[in-house]
């Protein structure tokens, strides 16, 4: 039997994460925060099942909800683009329609364009706390996985 702080003998290795301003780079280049070379995103929206580079799987829980922490990342990020349009705002004095339409208009296209971002900072987050390990394929190569 083994305690809960030695590794287990049957699973698979860990692998060291890298350091977090390396996984944050690659998340802003939208590229796989494990590897760096693997692209994330196919498209705006459309996420691979797994780097193309290392193997490394994108979704690392069986069903989905895995990047619904991301959500935390846009939604501050959002909070502060808010702030911004209204403080430009604030000189001319706009009516509350038209700032209710501006911040509807920044936040609404904001959101989507950061949503990838979003996704990726979520994963080198996500990668620094539990870095992912590493299994040998049938091919006897070695290939990274979520866990
Ligand atoms: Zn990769």
């Not at 690659?26 to 193997?55: E, K, N, Y």
């Not at 959101?111 to 990668?127: E, I, K």
């Amino acid at each position: 039997m083994t305690s809960p702080s030695e590794p287990d003998a049957g699973a698979a290795p860990r692998l060291p994460a890298a350091p977090f301003p390396r996984l944050l780079l690659r998340a802003v280049r939208l590229r796989c925060v494990v590897c760096g070379t693997g692209r994330l995103f196919r498209g705006i929206f459309r996420m691979p099942p797994a780097c193309d580079g290392c193997g490394y799987v994108f979704q690392r829980t069986d069903g989905g909800g895995y990047f619904l922490g991301s959500i935390y990342f846009n939604y501050i990020m959002s909070t502060v683009v808010a702030g911004i349009v209204l403080v430009v705002l604030m000189p001319y004095r706009p009516s509350m329609e038209t700032q209710g339409l501006a911040l509807f208009i920044a936040l609404g296209g904001f959101s989507l364009w950061f949503h990838r971002y979003a996704r990726a900072l979520f994963m080198a987050l996500d990668v620094a706390l539990d870095p992912p390990a590493t299994t040998r394929g049938p091919d006897g190569e070695t290939r990274v996985i979520g866990v």
